[in-house]
């Protein structure tokens, strides 16, 4: 339920969006704004403009394309080559896997193992390059995870503590926390 409740938001917004966009027409797309470490905005109209096809990072190069789909009910990852459909690879992770998160640097996908209400949550590091997992960090309810727009801090959304925990975007190590109630 929850998540068609979101998917509804989402949807109503991009549409308010879309007519918003068709109202102004022709009009000029005021100047984007961007707070430090964050890369210029192209063309003020279309803010994702480069994160489209062909506008990869250099980081990327040489990471094998593939589709990582955590399982929540046997906690592992399933690894999809795209081009033949096929599985081809599966691991194991921590408990509850939610999400895989492209880290900042755009060298590591964190799988967020959240434990949903054990004390016993982790993210686990992928190597895009190898398709491989590395060895699991402990991190407290890792349900949702971000980075901050100069990629200095990993924020982890704990949700079951209400709170933001920034962490060492490489080691995961904590750093700070920020309670965030309600």
Avoid at 74 to 93: G, M, N, Q, R
Wanted: glycine content about 8%.
């Amino acid at each position: 339920m929850g998540w068609n409740g979101d998917r509804r938001s989402w949807l109503a917004s991009s549409i308010g969006a879309a007519l918003a966009g068709a109202c102004i027409g022709s009009a000029q797309a005021a100047p984007v704004q961007t707070v430090p470490g964050m890369p210029a905005v192209t063309d003020a109209a279309n803010l994702y403009g480069e994160a489209g096809a062909n506008h990869l990072s250099a980081a990327v190069s040489g990471a094998l394309s593939r589709v990582y789909v955590p399982n929540l009910r046997s906690d592992d990852v399933y690894v999809i080559d795209p081009s033949t459909l096929k599985v081809v690879d599966k691991f194991a992770v921590g408990r509850s896997p939610q999400h895989i998160v492209p880290s900042w640097d755009l060298k590591t996908l964190w799988v967020t193992n959240n434990a949903e209400g054990r004390i016993d949550g982790s993210l686990t590091p992928i190597n895009p390059m190898t398709g491989k997992p590395g060895k699991a960090i402990a991190v407290d309810d890792p349900y949702n995870m971000y980075f901050t727009p100069d990629g200095r801090e990993a924020i982890v959304v704990a949700e079951a503590h209400a709170r933001l925990d920034f962490r060492d975007p490489h080691t995961m190590r904590l750093m700070s926390s920020l309670p965030v109630p309600e």
